[in-house]
């Protein structure tokens, strides 16, 4: 298993004792392989079926490793890029293509080299080039469409094929000899447990209506991060109705059930630590902003617990609000909502930026230069 081959691993008791090892006037990612673990745990013992990773949330190889390293052994990919990562990082693993619009030549790689046997359709002429190239031993699972308003993000504006044409796709598939499946996505940070109940009574609808049983039920993400703002339903409960709603439809013990998490699993897991390089009034200018690893802050309103840290001397108890820009030139370069910080700040100090770990570093761009690329891990065990 090859792990950040080209960067030195970094490992330290804690984000502070990283602060004073490097001193760093860059951003700096901070992970935590056992919290990352321990949710991995959380759904490997209370899901009612097989356990995968959605891969797009968090790709770093660090992150990837901890996933692996507490017994993932499927991944959901949506390109070949993540399929060739997930390949390279690892030997005895299986890669999911769930992308509903893949390109030709994409699916030949997929299928020649790296001999992938699940993926996803949500139309006909998906379907009619899935099949000109995948070989006959595939799963294609049909992709289907889910009520919005229960998520922070819909999935299913984009994507997903609507009851009536879930039943002629899932009844094409059979007919063509390939594996039939199902699957959805509730949406990411999805706050409401009953949408996976009402999501699985439209599979039992399509189920019944197609008359062709489907070799699994792929329940998709969006199972929800806490530490966040809002403190949604513990995982246990959307667990609980997913085993409740499978078996009121007569799914229990007869079709596998598939999760592919990614927020839930990778969210508390990483801090991103940034530095103030100027402040002017109640305006701090950061290292790092929503061109980088902050966009969820723009695309999510998410609203990340903030820790600022000065070595030494400690800040002021008093609190004011700022307005945090990041360090491009352009002027949408700024956190959509103002933070409460002490009223000391100052050129030089750190915000350890918390829960920062879903949709961050996979979403940066390199505009204006700017590129977070220091990964470090912290291992409380160390202290
Ligand atoms: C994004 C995505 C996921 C992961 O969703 P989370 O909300 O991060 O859990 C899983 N499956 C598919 C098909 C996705 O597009």
């Known amino acids: 298993m090859a792990v950040a081959s080209k960067n030195k691993l970094r490992r330290y008791p804690s984000v502070d004792d990283m602060l004073m090892a490097l001193n760093p006037s860059y951003p700096v990612m901070c992970f935590w ?4 673990a321990d949710v991995v745990r959380q759904f490997t013992s209370g899901f009612p079926g097989k356990v995968m990773y959605a891969v797009k949330c968090n790709p770093h190889p660090l992150m990837l490793s901890a996933i692996y390293g507490a017994g993932i052994r499927s991944f959901d990919t949506a390109s070949l890029g993540e399929i060739a990562l997930i390949n390279e990082l690892f030997d005895d693993v299986s890669c999911y293509f769930n992308h509903p619009v893949k390109g030709r030549a994409a699916i030949e790689s997929a299928v020649r080299v790296f001999g992938i046997r699940d ?22 699972q049909v992709r289907l469409r889910t009520p919005s308003g ?15 044409m879930a039943v002629e796709l899932l009844q ?11 699957s959805f996505h509730v949406g990411s940070q999805c706050v409401v447990p009953k949408a996976y109940r009402t999501a699985l009574e439209i599979v039992a609808d399509v189920i019944d209506k197609s ?22 339903p513990p995982l246990g409960d959307y667990f609980d109705e997913i085993r409740k709603a499978s078996a009121q439809f007569g799914f229990s ?34 290292n790092d902003g929503v061109f980088g690893c902050l966009s969820e802050l723009v695309y999510g309103g998410i609203i990340p617990p903030m820790r600022p840290v000065r070595m030494g001397k400690p800040h002021s108890d008093e609190l004011q609000p700022f307005t945090l820009f990041g360090p491009t030139c352009d002027s949408s370069d700024v956190a959509p909502s103002q933070f409460a910080l002490p009223v000391d700040m100052a050129e030089g100090d750190w915000i350890e930026i918390r829960d920062i770990g879903a949709y961050s570093n996979a979403l940066q761009t390199n505009f204006n230069g700017f590129h977070t690329d220091t990964f470090v891990e912290i291992h409380p065990e160390l202290g």
């Open 253 to 286: 013990g007869e079709i596998p059930l598939i999760c592919e998490p990614g927020r839930a699993i990778v969210a508390r897991a990483a801090s991103l630590v940034v530095q103030v390089h100027l402040r002017k009034d109640d305006r701090l200018y950061l």
């Open 172 to 182: 094409s598939v059979d007919a063509r000899g390939y594996r039939p499946a199902l």
């Open 211 to 232: 008359g062709v049983t489907p070799a699994y039920i792929n329940v998709g993400g969006g199972f929800p991060a806490c530490g966040m703002e809002q403190t949604p």
């Open 33 to 36: 392989p056992d919290l990352c």
């Open 119 to 140: 993926f996803v359709v949500d139309h006909p002429a998906e379907l009619d080039k899935l099949t000109a190239i995948a070989q006959p031993d595939a799963a294609i």
């Open 150 to 164: 229960v998520a922070t993000f819909d999935l299913s504006a984009k994507f997903g094929a609507d009851p009536a």
